[in-house]
């Protein structure tokens, strides 16, 4: 049995978009999991079978008997977070399923390359809907049902836009970089409540999408000599979410490497 954090023991965390059983969402899932914290998470499988990497039909499922592995309870539920409705429905399903939450992971992401030439309405829309609109209004709801004087956390999960431009992916650079500045915002705003808000840039993160090519040229940009994996994020976000790091709100963190842009 993994060691335990007597700080996160029994406590209860959402983490959206742990759809792939290899991807980002699953680490963190598996990462808390190692530390006794319950577990509910949300997959969207139509978004990812659209996607290059795809999926398969068991993941989520392979993920949920993983997590319990640990000793801990987990459930999932499939939810668009595009939907306006879903932050309630997944927070009624939490506290029905487990209990109260603590922890809100906002891993879910929307991204398709698209540059300013093919920029359309419809694909700009399709990225707000869930990297700025379902984060905000999940975090909102989640905020609002807190009721602990402490121990609330939040992260959002971001990729580095303040650190350079991202070429030929202007939707997603956009509206995940609005998150960067929901996050310092919103830690003022819930602070009074005992909640702390944090982003992590995880960097480029092998979970499945990089081919050879990919991975050659993120090699000579690391001074690290190492590409990414989810296990690096989940470590951050799990000493983010614990009582040792009460005293951080407001951040955004880069857990990339000394990736170097440019």
């Known amino acids: 049995m993994p060691h335990r954090n007597l700080s996160l023991e029994r406590k209860i965390a959402i983490v959206t978009g742990a759809s792939r059983f290899n991807g980002l969402g699953a680490a963190i899932c598996t990462a808390l999991a190692s530390k006794g914290v319950d577990v509910f998470f949300t997959y969207w499988t139509t978004y990812d079978i659209e996607m290059p990497w795809g999926i398969h039909s068991n993941e989520p499922q392979l993920l949920q008997d993983k997590i319990i592995e640990y000793g801990v309870r987990c459930e999932k539920l499939e939810l668009d977070l595009s939907d306006t409705l879903a932050p309630a429905k997944l927070l009624d399903a939490v506290e029905e399923k487990l209990g109260k939450p603590s922890i809100l992971i906002n891993n879910a992401t929307y991204s398709v390359d698209v540059g300013y030439d093919t920029l359309t309405a419809e694909v700009l829309d399709k990225h707000y809907q869930v990297n700025i609109r379902g984060t905000m209004l999940l975090s909102a709801e989640f905020a609002s049902r807190f009721s602990n004087s402490r121990g609330g956390r939040i992260i959002n999960l971001t990729s580095g836009q303040?650190?350079?431009p991202m070429a030929g992916n202007i939707a997603y650079a956009t509206t995940k970089g609005a998150i960067d500045t929901f996050t310092i915002t919103l830690s003022a705003e819930v602070a009074s409540k005992g909640i702390t808000v944090n982003a992590v840039n995880p960097g480029?993160?092998?979970?499945?999408?990089?081919?050879?090519?990919?991975?050659?040229?993120?090699?000579?940009?690391?001074?690290?000599?190492?590409?990414?994996?989810?296990?690096?994020?989940?470590?951050?976000?799990?000493?983010?979410?614990?009582d040792e790091a009460e005293w951080i709100t407001g951040q955004l963190i880069h857990s990339e490497g000394g990736f170097q842009r440019g």
Not at 219 to 241: E, H, N, W, Y
């Open 204 to 242: 480029p993160t092998d979970t499945g999408w990089m081919n050879d090519g990919v991975k050659d040229y993120i090699l000579t940009k690391s001074p690290m000599g190492r590409i990414g994996l989810p296990q690096d994020a989940a470590r951050l976000i799990t000493f983010l979410v614990s």
């Open 162 to 164: 303040s650190l350079g």
